[in-house]
């Protein structure tokens, strides 16, 4: 009997492009790789609302997503949108608790209206963001990944990363976060998949160990 492919969908971290990816490589007879990418919300437009959108670009059922950073905070909104075979949630937080005190200030001071967001050109200010203070030293490199420099686009991720308000983790997913996350430094307690050593950016420098557990994380 043939073995069922089961499809996969990967969606990258806020601006950045799914080449992020390009290092997951999963058995071709037993998975299949989808990349997902941002595009340019609504005005107004809510997380959930953008979710529902994204959902359309998922033409199978039964899939596995995964998620990193504000990625992550997409797919756990996705799937109250659609049945999912598995969630994966990485490098991100499981609920607006884990959210880091200086981002948490962003929210209650609705700072997050007034950054400048029109000079991301330079990628400085969104590296810093994203990826943390110490990317600073590979600004070059992380060029490469975050791409989507649409003012409208980044206004609206990071208002809607710091005014998540997922209460409570998802009991289903399955989360994997580094102890050397800069980013989010809170996420590793509760039902968690911690990785030694792991930063923010443990998809790009860490594959490896996702090429090797993902798919029993998976099929399991």
Not at 100 to 109: A, E, G, S, Y
Not at 121 to 140: A, C, H, P, Q
Not at 214 to 219: A, E, G, V
Request: hydrophobic content about 40%; proline content about 5%.
């Amino acid at each position: 009997m043939k073995q069922e492919v089961v499809n996969i969908y990967l969606m990258p971290g806020m601006a950045a492009n799914p080449s992020i990816f390009e290092n997951i490589k999963l058995p071709e007879q037993q998975f299949k790789i989808h990349w997902l990418e941002w595009f340019i919300p609504e005005k107004d437009e809510t997380l959930a609302h953008y979710a529902k959108r994204m959902c359309e670009k998922i033409d199978q059922p039964n899939v596995v997503l995964l998620g990193v950073s504000f990625g992550g905070v997409l797919v756990q909104e996705m799937v109250k949108c659609i049945d999912v075979k598995k969630l994966i949630v990485v490098s991100s937080i499981k609920s607006k608790h884990e959210l880091p005190k200086h981002l948490q200030l962003l929210k209650v001071t609705k700072a997050y209206k007034i950054l400048p967001t029109q000079l991301v050109g330079s990628i400085n200010l969104l590296s810093k963001f994203v990826l943390g203070e110490t990317i600073k030293r590979r600004i070059e490199l992380y060029k490469k990944y975050l791409s989507v420099d649409d003012k409208r686009y980044l206004d609206w991720a990071i208002k809607e990363m710091v005014c998540w308000e997922q209460s409570e983790p998802n009991p289903n997913a399955i989360y994997i976060h580094g102890n050397k996350d800069a980013v989010f430094p809170d996420s590793c307690g509760g039902n968690c998949i911690v990785i030694k050593g792991g930063t923010h950016v443990m998809i790009i420098n860490k594959y490896k160990w996702f090429n090797e557990n993902l798919p029993k994380l998976i099929l399991n």
